[in-house]
């Protein structure tokens, strides 16, 4: 075993995530694209990107519980809700720091997610679906009955823009660097957990848990260990989230935005860390682009009435889960690699 740290691997070929010189200067010049784009994008791409970022905070969590430790995981929006209500509470009530009130948010959601899973030592698949939708239910819970004072109840709690070094990230701009900077950290991290022991040993606990116990894995804290990450994960996206909106309010995390999470991580392929992004950008492209079109057909076709964004929104998310799994049950990246590899031995089939 390698006793550097969870980022440490002990596989000379995995030391480094870009291998050519190609890879280094396309992902550089990713970049510098990333960091160029409010300078020429509308507002509303802007908004848009930003919505992204965190976003792919929360499924890169959800990724390593779910995709790469294999513990099924419904509850990944109350993960996120604990963290933006924390950040939030810690932010406008405590009048903590963004670089204190963030993470510390990360560590809440961490904290929550333990709980379920000490729940996951125990049972799995169906039955450890239906704990984290308890998740869920406790979150919202607690947030509605507690009182009004410590979370905001139904009313939400209002935060100021997060401010560092005297700098306030107020426009949109400021926002969207801001987000940009975290989820670069978090997705490097996401790509240092995958790639070091621990990955392997969450890869393994997920094909056959008895037979790593036997091997001399420790399962039990194996599956708190992927439910600590993959929360932790949540609650960082809910902190930016909090401070994106500005606003946090119990509706902003239910059950169907986890579910759209999980159509994430299917869509860009399980145990994936760059099949996480795929599926976001996949995802919320196809959702703005449903929700661009909804207002035109509805003044061409008025009789459709205003609930069919709502509809065909809900339509898409069960259409494209069921849709994936049937025909292409390892996501968008395994077809990436089937290309990859069809290129490189072309033009011999074999």
């Not at 499924?59 to 809700?81: C, D, E, H, S, Y």
């Not at 209500?85 to 961490?110: I, Q």
């Not at 790639?195 to 040993?201: C, Q």
């Amino acid at each position: 075993m390698d006793p550097a740290g969870i980022f440490s691997t002990s596989y000379r070929q995995d030391q480094s995530l870009i291998r050519t010189r190609n890879q280094a200067i396309t992902l550089l010049l990713f970049i510098v694209a990333l960091f160029a784009l409010p300078m020429f994008a509308e507002v509303r791409s802007v908004a848009v990107m930003t919505s992204m970022l965190i976003t792919a905070v929360v499924v890169l969590g959800l990724q390593i519980n779910t995709g790469l430790a294999g513990q099924v995981n419904i509850g990944q929006a109350a993960f996120m809700g604990v963290g933006a209500y924390s950040t939030a509470v810690l932010a406008s009530k405590l009048h903590l720091p963004f670089w204190l009130a963030l993470p510390a948010g990360g560590v809440f959601a961490a904290l929550f997610g333990v709980i379920f899973g000490l729940a996951a030592v125990r049972i799995k698949g169906f039955y450890l679906a239906l704990t984290t939708i308890a998740a869920q239910i406790l979150f919202h819970f607690f947030v509605l009955n507690l009182p009004q004072k410590w979370l905001g109840g139904s009313n939400g709690i209002t935060m100021q823009p997060a401010e560092l070094f005297g700098f306030k990230f107020e426009s949109d701009a400021g926002v969207y660097y801001l987000c940009l900077v975290v989820a670069m950290i978090m997705i490097a991290g996401g790509y240092g957990i995958a790639r070091s022991r621990h990955g392997r040993i969450f890869a393994a606990v997920r094909d056959d848990d008895v037979a790593s116990g036997m091997m001399g894995i420790n399962v039990v804290r194996t599956k708190a260990l992927a439910f600590l990450v993959g929360a932790f994960y949540a609650g960082i996206g809910g902190g930016l989230w909090a401070y994106y909106v500005r606003f946090v309010t119990i509706d902003q995390f239910t059950l169907i935005h986890s579910i759209w999470f999980i159509a994430m991580i299917i869509v860009g392929g399980m145990g994936s860390i760059t099949g996480a992004l795929i599926g976001v950008f996949v995802i919320r492209m196809a959702q703005e682009s449903i929700t661009s079109m909804g207002p035109v057909l509805i003044e061409r076709i008025p009789f459709l009435g205003g609930d069919l964004v709502f509809a065909a929104m809900n339509i898409f998310l069960g259409g494209i889960i069921a849709g994936f799994l049937i025909f292409e049950p390892r996501g968008l990246m395994h077809r990436w690699n089937i290309a990859k590899r069809s290129y490189r031995m072309w033009p011999y089939p074999y």
